[in-house]
């Protein structure tokens, strides 16, 4: 295996940690004049290659390289919770049009449609809105309800799935960002997405880590 190569936040997240270690990642992120989500990747990466610890409720220390650690072994360890990014959640009773200015305004592919109790009902993506748009229709008066799709075409994932698992659903499914969900009794609430930008950006990272 080829020796780890930190990069510099990096470097500097194992200095802060080695001087004051335990330290939770608030305390870390504050110091860096950062927040806690930016710092998440490299807290995952650096805890997935043997640099550093953590305990619940306890925080992070530092626990040296690692040497057995192969990258691998690490990419199998990264958990979508890590690298997910905020979900763009619209109305069920929202017209196509809005949506497709939504869609703009907000830069993403796709639309996590939701009920008037935050529960997921469906997803939008841009081929969906697109196919609707080229028809005659009124797009001001069509509730994007009508041309979500809806479960069980729906595919998702939780905070604590793999993100290697994640991946593959992405390109299983064929879709641009899959919802990140907890389940509940009453439903699926929504609280993120994962992307393939977020997949890349992920691995991107693990690379560098590991100087590949």
Do not use: W
């Amino acid at each position: 295996m080829s020796p780890i190569e930190l990069n510099k936040r990096q470097d500097t997240i194992l200095q802060i940690v080695k001087e004051n270690g335990p330290i939770t990642g608030e305390q870390i992120a504050e110091r860096l004049n950062l927040t806690r989500a930016t710092l998440r990747p490299d807290l995952a990466i650096l805890t997935m290659a043997g640099y550093l610890d953590a305990r619940p409720r306890v925080g992070y220390f530092y626990s040296g390289k690692k040497t057995m650690t192969t990258a691998s072994e690490s990419m199998m360890n990264l958990k979508v919770g890590d690298f997910q990014s905020l979900p763009v959640v619209v109305s069920e009773n929202m017209t196509v049009y809005d949506a497709i200015v939504q869609l703009f305004l907000e830069d993403v592919g796709t639309l996590f449609v939701v009920d008037d109790q935050s529960y997921l009902q469906g997803v939008l993506s841009r081929k969906d809105l697109l196919r609707t748009s080229i028809g005659t229709q009124e797009l001001t008066k069509i509730p994007v309800h009508i041309i979500m799709s809806r479960m069980p075409n729906i595919v998702y994932c939780k905070k604590t799935d793999s993100l290697i698992g994640a991946a593959k659903k992405l390109i299983e499914r064929q879709v641009d960002s899959l919802p990140v969900v907890n389940e509940t009794e009453k439903g699926l609430e929504i609280v993120g997405r994962l992307t393939k930008t977020n997949v890349t950006k992920a691995f991107i990272s693990l690379a560098e880590t590991h100087d590949l």
